[in-house]
């Protein structure tokens, strides 16, 4: 699952009309595939500011499949001409390493490995399998991450 995430700044005094262009335009994003969800959320601080969160199955859903899509082009005549500039857009995953090792340091807790080696030896085996299997789920093979890295 891919986060995609724009911070939008909205043309002072346009804001009503913005939210309900905005409130057409989610039919479109809605219907691509690989949308999962979406929300749009309006700074307190920055009457004119929004932020615009939408969950994709992948980053090619929505940098091919969303953007990709003749209906984009309506997406972009409903909204575009309300951003003051036109937004930067940014894509999060989820980190799945943080909760490994977040379980790792809850096993040495809980089972005590001075006390009980090869438990917890098996308990970190259990844990790699598992975070092997969600990197695969996710349709990033083991080594897949680095091996990226290296071609740029």
Avoid at 16 to 38: K, L, M, Q, T, V
Avoid at 115 to 121: I, N, S, T
Avoid at 125 to 149: D, I, M, N, Q
């Amino acid at each position: 699952m891919i986060l995609e995430v724009a911070v939008l700044n909205v043309r002072v005094g346009s804001e009503a009309a913005y939210e309900a262009a905005f409130e057409h335009a989610s039919s479109i994003i809605a219907a691509r595939p690989g949308y999962i969800s979406h929300q749009l959320q309006r700074c307190i601080e920055i009457p004119n500011r929004y932020i615009l969160l939408v969950r994709w199955e992948s980053l090619e859903a929505h940098t091919v499949g969303f953007r990709g899509a003749p209906e984009y082009q309506e997406w972009k005549r409903l909204l575009h001409h309300f951003y003051e500039p036109l937004p930067t857009v940014e894509h999060y995953e989820p980190v799945v390493i943080a909760i490994y090792v977040a379980f790792i340091g809850l096993g040495a807790f809980v089972i005590v490995p001075a006390r009980r080696p090869a438990v917890f030896v098996a308990y970190l085996a259990f844990l790699s399998l598992l975070l092997t299997a969600v990197c695969w789920a996710k349709g990033e093979p083991p080594g897949e991450r680095w091996r990226k890295r290296d071609r740029s």
